[in-house]
C-alpha cells in the first residue's frame, strides 16, 4: 500500500509581468471610430497602450480621440494630447502605438472620447472598460 501524505505544500513562482492585466476599449460614432488595448501595469499606471483612430463619414473634418480616466475616488480627468486619423473616409485609419499613461492616483476605468474635429466640435464617450484589477 502506497502512503499518502496528508497535505502536500506547493510553491509557486510567477514573474512579475504574470501579474499585470490587460484591458480593452472601444467608442463607435457617426464620424468614425476607435479602439484601444493596454496592460495594466500598476494601480494608476498603463502601459503598451495600442489605439486605433478611424474617420468613416467623408466630411473633410478629422476624426480623434482622448482617453477619459476615471479615479478609484470617483474623479474622472482627460488626456490632452489628441489622437488623430487624418486619413478620411479613403483611409484604414491610424494606428497610435506603446503609448504610456499614469496618474497619482489609482486609475479604475478608461473609456475612449472620440471626436467628429468640426465645426460643432461633436464629441461622444464611450463604455467603461472592465475594472483595473490592480487598483
Given at each position: 500500500m502506497l502512503a499518502v501524505p496528508a497535505a502536500v505544500a506547493l510553491t509557486l513562482a510567477l514573474p512579475s509581468s504574470a501579474w499585470a492585466a490587460s484591458g480593452s476599449a472601444s467608442n463607435y460614432m457617426w464620424a468614425g471610430h476607435a479602439s484601444a488595448?493596454?496592460?495594466?501595469?500598476?494601480?494608476?499606471?498603463?502601459?503598451?497602450?495600442?489605439?486605433?483612430?478611424?474617420?468613416?463619414?467623408?466630411?473633410?473634418?478629422?476624426?480623434?480621440?482622448?482617453?477619459?480616466?476615471?479615479?478609484?475616488?470617483g474623479g474622472v480627468w482627460y488626456t490632452s494630447t489628441h489622437r488623430y486619423d487624418y486619413n478620411g473616409c479613403s483611409g484604414s485609419g491610424t494606428n497610435h502605438n506603446d503609448l504610456t499613461l499614469s496618474d497619482g492616483y489609482n486609475i479604475k476605468y478608461i473609456a475612449l472620447y472620440v471626436c467628429n474635429d468640426g465645426t460643432f466640435n461633436d464629441c461622444i464617450v464611450g463604455p467603461n472598460s472592465s475594472a483595473n484589477p490592480l487598483a
Open positions: 488595448t493596454w496592460t495594466w501595469s500598476g494601480p494608476g499606471s498603463l502601459t503598451n497602450i495600442d489605439l486605433h483612430v478611424e474617420d468613416d463619414n467623408c466630411n473633410s473634418n478629422p476624426v480623434y480621440a482622448q482617453l477619459r480616466v476615471t479615479r478609484s475616488n
